[in-house]
């Protein structure tokens, strides 16, 4: 489905989650440039992130916004698997100092931020999604991880960012159909199969996209794959028998979790609730001076600076 199509059919409705994470690496790897303030504090991923959060609202013109960002401390996957995305390089610290000033312009313009012990950012994605599904609410999820796709349905997309939110591509069913071979219903079972090199989830050994994809076409499910074993035959079928606890085990680590405890309201990330005027402070502290401009071309009337605060601009 065209994204104009579907911004229509959700008129008034759509919720916008951002993978803030996702946001924050793809902004400082986006820009390169060492951009600095005048006492030296560094500035490229926090603008490259702002820069993205005013294209995705200028895009989108959400009716109601959160974002999500990865606790420090160990989730439930890691209790579980030791070596959980134990395989990931780290990121440079010139990524890490920043982060404590991106989550402070998140606060400034008064974007509530979901995040939970225990839990990744996928799972208070899911469970966001879900929550604003049962209001009649749709949710565009703004991340650049194939693992959120299992999370679609008529009342939820996926969006991956491409030329800072400029070209955006949005997945519905068909999409991922289209692109993967496989049903949002099947992304957890095809990871539970091939597994996942990026977060150290094992699979079945010997089974790549190509076999994943035939068995899940022909099987539907990792369960139905499991029921017919017998019928499958040769080397194939030797691999799935072996490492059926791994195929399990992984469907575990993949699958995102979709019931979260969490304060959410629709009208706590109502757009309604957006402070320019405090974002537009951080960006005067932070001498952004472009997209103090930019923020005051989407801005609400209602919400414009007065001459005042327009002279700091």
């Known amino acids: 489905m065209d994204q104009e199509e579907i911004l229509k059919q959700s008129e008034g409705k759509r919720f916008v989650v951002i993978d803030g994470n996702h946001l924050i690496h793809r902004a400082f790897y986006a820009i390169q440039a060492p951009l600095k303030t005048s006492s030296g504090e560094q500035t490229n991923a926090i603008y490259g992130f702002a820069s993205m959060l ?8 959400p009716s109601y916004i959160a974002l999500t960002f990865d606790e420090k401390a160990p989730t439930f ?25 991106i989550r402070e312009l998140v606060e400034k313009f008064n974007i509530p931020i979901y995040s939970k012990e225990g839990f990744e950012a996928d799972d208070m994605i899911g469970t966001l999604a879900k929550k604003a599904e049962e209001q009649g609410i749709t949710t565009f999820i703004v991340t650049g991880d194939m693992d959120a796709l299992q999370l679609i349905s008529p009342y939820t997309y996926v969006v991956f960012p491409h030329k800072g939110y400029r070209d955006p591509f949005v997945f519905n069913k068909e999409e991922v159909v289209k692109k993967y071979g496989i049903t949002p219903e099947q992304v957890v ?18 089974v790549g996209t190509v ?10 499910t990792l369960d139905g794959i499991y029921e017919h074993l017998d019928d499958i035959k040769g080397a194939i079928h030797d691999k799935l028998e072996n490492g059926r606890d791994d195929a399990y085990f992984s469907q575990r680590m993949a699958r995102i979790v979709t019931d979260v ?11 309604e ?4 005027k405090g974002l537009g402070k951080f960006f005067e502290e932070m001498e952004m001076t472009s997209l103090k401009r930019r923020l005051d071309k989407i801005t609400p009337d209602e919400k ?4 005042d605060q327009m002279a700091l601009f």
């Open 261 to 271: 405890p969490c304060d959410y309201t629709k009208e706590d990330t109502s757009v």
């Open 273 to 276: 609730t957006l402070d320019y």
């Open 211 to 220: 076999g994943a994809t035939k068995l899940l076409r022909e099987y539907e």
């Open 77 to 101: 996957r890691h209790d579980e698997h030791e070596g959980y995305k134990a395989t990931r390089t780290k990121a440079p610290d010139e990524l890490y100092a920043q982060i404590p000033r």
């Open 304 to 307: 414009k600076f007065g001459e």
């Open 54 to 61: 005013l294209n995705i609202i200028e895009a989108e013109k």
């Open 189 to 206: 079972d095809y990871k539970a199969l091939m597994g996942d090199s990026s977060d150290n989830i094992k699979g079945v050994e010997g």
